[in-house]
C-alpha cells in the first residue's frame, strides 16, 4: 500500500518539490514513523503518475539533508535520528490540529449518556470485578480440533456473505432442541435467531419492539447493559422493585409496552423468579399487552434444586422472547448468542439483523454445531456446575470468617456471581491497599445511593484466590 502524497500538476511549485515536501512534512509531524518503509522510486512514480527521476530527485535531497537513508539491497527508510528542525523548516512541517466542530448527534446518539461499566483489570490484584467462566477450564483442544477441521474442509461459501441471516440452520436446529431440553423453552428452529451475542439481542429487541417515550419495565436493581440500551432508544424506564421471589408484580406500571427480565438467576440479586411469580407475571403482561423480554444469560450454573422452567415455555397468548448467550457458558470471544421469538416476529427481526451486521460468522456456527451435537456442550456444563458451585461454598465460608456480621449475601446458589451488601465503609479502601478488585453494584440501580453493594464474580478464581481475596478485606 503507497503512502499518501499528493501532488498537484497544475501549481507553481515542482512536482519533486512538491513530493520532496510532503514526505518532509510526514516525517516532521510523526506521521511518518521513524524506520519506516518507503516505496520504492518506480512505485511511487507508478502510484502519482510522474516520471520515475523525479521521485528519485525528490528522495536525493531527503538523503542529503538527513530524513531518509538508502540501504542497498533493502530500500529507503526514514532516518531514526532527524537533522535540526531549522525556524522555516519546522515551521511549515508543525501543523496545527484543525478545529473539528462537533457535528449533531442524532436522538439515539444523544441518548448514549453512560459508557457501559466495566473496569480494567489491574496487574498483581485478586480480581472479583471480572465477570466470566473460567478460561482456563474450557476443553479448547475438542474446541479447536472442530474449528480446524471446517477450515480446512468447508466450501468456499463458509468464507463469503452467508445466505442464512438467521444463523446456520444445523446450529438453529441444535439450539432448539438445547433449550427444549435443558429449560423448557416451545419453539421450532425456524423460531431461532443467531446474533453477536446477548447484547445485540437486547439492541434488536429495543429496536422492534418500542418506540421512542414508551414505557418499558425493567427490574431495579437490573442490568446495566438492558437498562443503557433501551434509554438509549428512548424508552420510559419504569424501575420495578425484586424481592426475593423476583420482581414484584404488584408495581409494575399500567400500560408497560415491554417488560425486561432476568427470572432465572435474576441479575445482579441472584434470586430466581417462583413458579407462582412467572404465572402472575405472564397474567400481567397478558392483561397489559405487553411483550417480555425473557434474557436467560447463565441459567445453566444453578447449584441447589430443581430447575425452573422458562417464562417462554409457560406462555400462553403472551408474547415472550427469550435470549440466550454461550459467551458465558464457554468463553467471551465466542460472540454468538440467539434470539427466540414468536413466529409472527421472525421476518421482522431478520430483516434487522441483517441490516445491523449481515450475520454472525459461519466457521464459528458450525463448530458450534458439532460441539453441541456431540454432547461436549453438556459435559463442559456438568464439570462447570459442581466446580462453580465449590467456589461459591468457598466464597460464601470466606464472607462468613472474614466479615462476620458486616456480609449479606442474597439470592439462590446459582450463576457465576453473588449480590453482598457490606456493612462496613472502609472495605473499598482495604481492597484498594491489599490489590483487591471489587466491584461496586450502583450501576445496576435506577435512582438511589448503593454505595454498600458489591458484585463478586467467583467463577474464574480458584479457591486459594477468593479465600486469600476475602481474607485482604477483612474486617480489622
Known amino acids: 500500500m503507497t503512502l499518501a502524497i499528493s501532488i498537484e500538476a497544475s501549481a507553481d511549485v515542482p512536482i519533486h518539490r512538491q513530493i520532496y515536501e510532503g514526505w518532509q512534512r510526514g516525517i516532521l509531524s510523526g506521521r511518518f514513523a521513524a524506520g519506516g518503509r518507503l516505496p520504492s522510486t518506480r512505485e511511487l512514480a507508478l502510484t502519482l503518475a510522474v516520471s520515475r527521476s523525479t521521485v528519485t530527485q525528490a528522495y536525493e535531497q531527503l538523503i542529503a539533508e538527513g530524513y531518509l537513508q538508502a540501504i542497498r539491497g533493502s530500500g529507503t527508510f526514514v532516518c531514526r535520528e532527524l537533522p535540526d528542525r531549522s525556524p522555516n523548516v519546522s515551521g511549515a512541517a508543525k501543523r496545527r490540529p484543525k478545529a473539528v466542530l462537533c457535528a449533531p448527534l ?6 448514549l449518556l453512560q459508557d457501559y ?55 438453529r436446529e441444535e439450539i432448539s432442541k438445547h433449550v427444549s431440553r435443558f429449560r423448557a423453552v416451545n419453539c421450532t428452529p425456524s423460531q431461532v435467531i443467531v446474533v453477536n451475542g446477548s447484547q445485540q439481542a437486547l439492541d434488536l429487541c429495543a429496536r422492534l419492539l418500542f418506540e421512542r417515550g414508551d414505557k418499558v419495565a425493567v427490574e431495579n436493581p437490573g442490568y446495566p447493559g438492558a437498562l443503557r440500551t433501551f434509554e438509549a432508544y428512548g424508552a420510559m424506564l419504569q424501575p420495578v422493585p425484586v424481592d426475593h421471589d423476583g420482581i ?30 412467572r404465572l402472575e407475571l405472564l397474567a400481567e403482561a397478558r392483561r397489559q399487552g405487553a411483550v417480555i423480554i425473557e434474557d436467560d444469560y447463565d441459567s445453566e450454573y ?37 434470539l427466540i421469538v ?9 430483516r434487522a439483523k441483517r441490516l445491523a451486521d449481515n450475520f454472525t460468522p459461519v466457521a464459528e456456527q458450525i463448530a458450534l454445531k458439532d460441539f453441541i ?36 449475601v442474597y439470592g439462590d446458589a446459582a450463576g457465576m456471581h453473588a449480590f453482598v451488601r457490606i456493612d462496613d465503609k472502609a472495605v473499598g479502601e482495604r481492597a484498594k491497599r491489599n490489590k483487591v478488585q471489587l466491584q461496586s453494584a450502583q450501576n445496576c440501580f435506577l435512582g438511589g445511593t448503593h454505595s454498600d453493594h458489591y458484585l463478586f464474580a467467583f467463577a474464574a478464581l480458584t479457591e486459594r484466590a477468593i479465600r486469600g481475596g476475602i481474607r485482604r478485606i477483612g474486617c480489622r
Not at 438467576?265 to 407462582?276: F, K, N, R
Not at 414468536?342 to 431478520?350: D, G, R, S
Open 106 to 111: 442524532s436522538r439515539y446518539g444523544a441518548g
Open 117 to 171: 461499566p466495566r473496569d480494567a483489570r489491574l496487574p498483581g490484584f485478586i480480581n472479583f470485578s471480572q465477570w466470566g467462566p473460567d478460561r482456563e477450564q474450557f476443553p479448547w483442544k475438542i474446541w479447536r480440533r472442530y474449528l480446524w477441521h471446517h477450515l480446512r474442509h468447508v466450501s468456499h461459501e463458509v468464507f463469503d456473505y452467508a445466505e442464512q441471516v438467521e444463523g446456520y440452520d444445523p446450529l
Open 248 to 277: 414484584v408484580c404488584r408495581d409494575l406500571p399500567d400500560s408497560a409496552r415491554v417488560i425486561y427480565v432476568t427470572p432465572s438467576h435474576q441479575y445482579p440479586t441472584g434470586v430466581s423468579m417462583s413458579l407462582h411469580r
Open 302 to 338: 444453578r447449584y441447589s434444586g430443581s430447575p425452573l422452567p422458562s417464562l417462554q415455555g409457560l406462555a400462553e397468548n403472551v408474547p415472550v422472547i427469550y435470549c440466550g448467550t454461550f459467551s458465558k457458558v464457554m468463553f467471551p470471544g465466542l460472540r454468538i448468542g440467539y
Open 342 to 350: 414468536p413466529e409472527t416476529l421472525v421476518a421482522a427481526f431478520v
Open 373 to 408: 451435537a456431540d454432547g461436549h456442550l453438556e459435559r463442559h456444563i456438568r464439570r462447570m456446575r459442581r466446580l462453580y458451585g465449590g467456589r461459591r461454598e468457598v466464597l460464601l465460608e470466606s464472607l462468613r470468617r472474614h466479615l462476620a456480621g458486616a456480609a449479606t
